[in-house]
């Protein structure tokens, strides 16, 4: 199945997507509720949204969900090796990488959907990274916490695509105080274009838990990037039970699986073949497909100024003792 939400008009729709119709679901019934009661509910909610829906044609898609917490991995050995070289002109991958799934959190609160524009910071260096992500639902054999990977499965209740924008002169300034990329990304996170359920990609895991589905990005109407999910490090389910180590999930955080490699983002091109392939302009289209999924198209908008940011203060006496 395919869960949405959409504006018609002035009003916010949240329901299935069933082929080129769009089916609310019944009174009440949100995507966030139906994340909370789990993919086991989701027939009974079916059978029971008896209206007859509007043309897909006719509505806006939006984000699928308003997410809890957003984690984004870095879980493609070849993004982390093209983004080294790009950055540091050596192509490597740290030992630290291959011992767990790392990840950060980024800000839930600037989610975009599908064809909603990006409003970048004063940015020279304005990116994209193509993504799969897991959306969380709830589970009756567990709960969110220090899962093993057979319940962390269990605990995914969709998939949906992750442009995962990134300010790349920013985060390179905020990386070198060795705490994450902030600034850098927070500005936009772009979802959709809706959630198919896990069941519906099930076909494609291969025997290691791995989706073998192809992912492509174009800009402008050109392919700049191709890649296949099943090249992560760690399946998704894997990704789930980092998560939760001794902490928490909850129905509707998302986890992105991180950048694809061979082009995933224009980052990794930039260690070889530098200016051949710019920056994101305004303007500019990108548009991501994955397979089993669908696509995402956003565009970039203008570049939006900021107050400035004062200076850390120079001390003027010593500092004091305990």
């Not at 329901?15 to 019944?26: L, M, T």
């Not at 870095?74 to 011992?99: C, L, N, R, T």
């Not at 990108?286 to 089993?292: A, K, L, T």
Request: hydrophobic share 45%; proline share 7%.
């Amino acid at each position: 199945m395919r869960i949405a939400r959409w504006r018609q008009g002035d009003a916010v729709g949240e329901g299935f997507v069933d082929g080129d119709v769009v089916i609310p679901f019944p009174d009440g019934v949100t995507v966030a509720d139906v994340l909370e009661l789990g993919l086991v509910a989701l027939p009974g909610i079916r059978a029971a949204s008896t209206s007859m829906g509007a043309p897909l044609a006719d509505v806006r898609l939006l984000a699928p969900l308003v997410p809890a917490a957003i984690r984004d991995f870095v879980a493609f050995e070849e993004h982390v090796e093209g983004m080294s070289a790009s950055i540091d002109g050596a192509s490597e991958v740290v030992p630290e990488w291959y011992q767990a799934p790392t990840f950060y959190f980024t800000n839930p609160h600037t989610v975009l959907g599908p064809g909603e524009p990006v409003a970048p910071p004063e940015t020279e260096k304005l990116d994209f990274e193509l993504e799969l992500a897991a959306v969380i639902g709830a589970s009756a054999g567990s709960a969110g916490t220090n899962l093993t990977t057979e319940a962390a499965a269990s605990h995914i209740f969709g998939y949906t695509i992750m442009n995962d924008w990134s300010a790349r002169d920013l985060q390179a300034r905020e990386m070198k105080v060795r705490l994450g990329p902030a600034k850098g990304k927070d500005f936009g996170t772009s979802l959709g274009p809706w959630i198919v359920t896990a069941d519906e990609l099930a076909p494609f895991v291969d025997d290691e838990g791995f989706l073998t589905i192809r992912a492509e990005v174009f800009v402008n109407g050109a392919l700049i990037g191709e890649d296949l999910i099943s090249n992560m490090g760690w399946p998704f389910a894997e990704l789930v039970a980092y998560a939760s180590r001794n902490s928490r999930i909850v129905p509707g955080d998302v986890l992105g699986s991180g950048t694809v490699g061979n082009g995933g983002c224009l980052g990794e091109l930039w260690g070889r073949a530098g200016e051949l392939v710019p920056p994101l302009q305004e303007g500019d289209e990108v548009r991501m497909v994955v397979e089993g999924v669908g696509d995402i198209v956003n565009t970039v908008g203008a570049r939006v100024s900021a107050p400035p940011i004062p200076r850390a203060r120079q001390r003027s006496r010593a500092r004091r003792k305990a």
